[in-house]
């Protein structure tokens, strides 16, 4: 008798114990789905703030739905809006392309050496009084740009690495939060102390070389740009691949970890353990569409801040390329020598915005796959 009613007690115990959780489940559902939706609009907010500040005209929600042919367009509205000045510039160029041309013919026709110095020097003089203020403009721009985007990722990093470490990736989000801010700074630093003199010395080089022929200087410019570009470049591959290595080993011990605590909460609480690990799988699961959107919103938020002065550069590239390709086919070789050493320094220019902006995209991108 004594066991039976042992027996009966228990099983009145575990029929009041679910009766209970079935009657308190929905409250419990209700508060999750508001802290759910409560957090989400909190975050919305905090990006669209974010976005205002760096005049950005586009919401979170819009971001995170934009595709690839909105920014296609993007690109092709931008370019259209910006060819008027590279359009006047390359048609001062091939101007005095003809004109040194010309000239030059002449001289080699009265056998003046010093007649043809001096119509090469003026026309070079010219050429750098058309093509040198646009030229500081353009980097001054790209300057600005580097430190703009180092701007919205010193404030977006730390809020995608709050979400994330919600979400689970405590070491993850806190190396990559790390590692993203220090090489930003870094990034910054190095090209405001070196990429400005860098300019500075390809274009006098290049000016020097185009007057003074006998002094060949062309190829200590195609040296530096090499040196800068290919120096960049290696530095963001090797920046790239470690952070990309650490998240990814990290991402899985997080997700370790987080499997654990499933599996303690699912055998540790009795009877209704198995429910509260699902719900928690549901909160997290919650929670990194959540990240994946922020994540989005700061990718894109960066390809529209480096997209325009890389839409800027490469056209005034094509009209550097164009000249130079102008310039041989007359055999205006002074012309030659400066365009060629205007594209070098535009050359090294978009190859920093370029690495900056891909180094951020791959580290995020590979920190929203880690775990």
């Known amino acids: 008798m004594k066991k039976i009613f042992t027996a009966t007690g228990f099983l009145i115990a575990v029929i009041i114990m679910i009766f209970t959780y079935l009657v308190c489940e ?10 759910e939706n409560d957090a989400r609009d909190e ?6 703030d974010i976005l205002s500040e760096y005049d950005i005209g586009y919401s979170s929600g819009e971001l995170s739905e934009i595709s690839l042919g909105n920014i296609v367009d993007y690109i092709k509205e ?5 060819l008027y000045a590279p359009l006047k510039m390359l048609g001062s160029i091939l101007v005095i392309t003809i004109f040194t041309s010309v000239i030059k013919s002449f001289g080699e026709i009265s056998q003046s ?4 110095s001096l119509c090469d020097m003026v026309s070079v003089m010219t050429a750098v009084t058309v093509i040198l203020p646009q030229m500081t403009e353009v980097c001054e721009r790209a300057g600005n740009t580097v430190e703009r985007t180092s701007g919205f990722i010193a404030v977006f990093v730390p809020v995608f690495t709050g979400i994330s470490v919600f979400c689970g990736g405590l070491t993850s989000a806190g190396f990559y939060n790390i590692m993203i801010l220090a090489g930003s700074e870094l990034f910054v630093s190095l090209s405001g102390k070196y990429l400005m003199p860098v300019l500075s010395m390809t274009t006098v080089l290049g000016i020097t070389d185009s007057i003074f022929p006998q002094s060949s200087t062309e ?4 040296f530096l740009k090499k040196l800068v570009t290919w120096g960049i470049s290696v530095t963001m591959t090797l920046f790239t691949g470690f952070v990309s290595l ?17 599996f303690i909460i699912s055998g540790a609480v ?16 919650s929670f990194d569409v959540i990240r994946c959107t922020a994540g989005a919103v700061g990718v894109t938020a960066v390809l529209l801040i480096v997209l325009p002065p890389l839409i800027e550069l490469t056209i005034f590239r094509l009209v550097m390329w164009t000249g130079t390709a102008f310039g041989g086919l007359l055999s205006a070789e002074p012309i030659v020598k400066l365009v060629k050493s205007f594209d070098a320094g535009l050359a090294i220019v ?6 900056y902006a891909v180094m951020f995209v791959l580290c995020s991108a590979i920190l929203l796959n880690s775990f």
């Open 350 to 355: 978009q190859c920093v915005l370029v690495c």
């Open 78 to 82: 931008y370019a259209v809006s910006r």
């Open 246 to 262: 650490k998240c990814t080993v990290t991402g899985k011990a997080d997700s370790f970890a987080s499997k654990t605590a499933k």
């Open 219 to 222: 190829n200590l410019v195609k």
């Open 270 to 285: 009795p009877i209704v353990g198995g429910a509260v690990s699902d719900a928690y799988s549901a909160v997290r699961g």
């Open 43 to 48: 975050i919305d907010s905090l990006l669209d």
């Open 26 to 35: 929905p409250s419990v559902c209700r508060a999750y789905g508001e802290t």
């Open 113 to 116: 050496r010093e007649q043809s």
